[in-house]
């Protein structure tokens, strides 16, 4: 059982630090023209390398929720 929430504690970290890198890299739409009044909502689709860092992201996200959900029901 310890072997067990020191691999669900290494997988927390691991994917912690990676999606806060994921979220760090993704391009943002809208700079600080938005602040100042600037029209800046052009729609456009993702593509090529930022879709997969969304999905990434996304996925990292729902692993990183799983690892937590797991070590709270096994410190249960």
Do not use: H, P
């Amino acid at each position: 059982m310890k072997a067990m929430n020191k691999i669900i504690n290494i997988i927390q970290l691991v994917s912690a630090v990676l999606l806060i890198g994921a979220i760090l890299i993704q391009q943002r739409g809208s700079g600080l023209g938005g602040v100042f009044g600037g029209d800046n909502s052009i729609y456009r689709t993702k593509r090529g390398a930022e879709k997969i860092i969304f999905i990434a992201t996304i996925i990292l996200a729902f692993l990183f929720i799983a690892a937590s959900l797991t070590a709270i029901f096994l410190n249960k």
